[in-house]
């Protein structure tokens, strides 16, 4: 009995810190992160973000982001096709209710920051057509909501990692024109649609 609570002890903290932090997030959270990938980009030679995303408006108008009706949080981020050039910010990870994130055919390059981790919400990634670099992350695979991940013409170097196989519910992977090394992952040959 007693060890038993002190397995449990852990998780039960654990629970309680996730029910803290939800409590102490909302939509300001979600409006300090888009003002922190704002504030990274080099170019945004349409000055589409640097005119729309006003702190005068509410967050849910901006252009290319959704919030959800129900959490009034931001579920969907679109700024693919933009033009923009910068590295993503670590604070992307705070939008904690994001289920679709598109930042395709723009300039964004460096690494994909560790916090992305976080987004265990996430169900689409599409990263293609940018000049994202460094390992595809170990973490990707803690994302086990994806569906769909498009990481296809960056700069990817590495292997391919193995977590890759947690994502249960992956139904198109796309890692094709990424400098990348070593074998495929088995398991990886039963998702739906895969292109190496
Ligand atoms: C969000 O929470 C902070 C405190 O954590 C509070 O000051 C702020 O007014 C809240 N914003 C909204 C829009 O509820
Ligand atoms: C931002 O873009 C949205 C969608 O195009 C538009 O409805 C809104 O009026 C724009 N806001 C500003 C401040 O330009
Ligand atoms: C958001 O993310 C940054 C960096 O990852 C962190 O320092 C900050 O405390 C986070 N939380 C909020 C509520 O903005
Ligand atoms: C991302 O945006 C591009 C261009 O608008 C679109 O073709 C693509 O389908 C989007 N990706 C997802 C996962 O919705
Ligand atoms: C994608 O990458 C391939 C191989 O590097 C290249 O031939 C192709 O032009 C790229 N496509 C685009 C649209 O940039
Ligand atoms: C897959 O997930 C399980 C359970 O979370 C974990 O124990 C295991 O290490 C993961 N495997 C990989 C390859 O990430």
Redesign the pocket.
């Known amino acids: 009995m007693m060890r038993r609570q002190f397995f449990l002890l852990p998780l039960m903290i654990n629970a309680l810190m996730a029910c803290l932090a939800m409590a ?2 909302n939509i ?2 979600d409006q ?2 888009l003002l ?1 990938f704002k504030s990274q980009l080099k170019l945004d030679p349409s000055h589409i973000l640097s005119k729309n995303w006003s702190v005068s408006f509410p967050t849910g108008k901006w252009i290319g982001v959704t919030c959800s009706p129900r959490h009034q949080r931001v579920s969907a981020l679109d700024v693919s096709g933009m033009r923009l050039s910068g590295n993503l ?6 939008l904690s209710f994001l289920a679709s994130l598109n930042l395709s055919s723009n300039s964004f390059h460096g690494q994909l ?1 560790k ?1 992305l981790a976080q987004l265990h919400r996430l169900r689409y990634l599409d990263f293609r057509l940018n000049g994202l670099t460094g390992d595809i992350p170990f973490w990707l695979g803690l994302l086990v909501e994806l569906r769909f991940l498009n990481l296809r013409n960056n700069s990817f170097t590495g292997t391919i990692p193995s977590s890759i196989t947690n994502m249960s519910k992956l139904q198109v992977l796309d890692l094709s024109n990424n400098p990348l090394q070593g074998n495929i992952p088995e398991a990886v040959g039963s998702l739906f649609n895969f292109y190496p």
Do not use: D, K, M, R
């Open positions: 102490l997030t300001t959270t300090h992160a922190a910010p670590s604070q992307l990870g705070n920051p916090e």
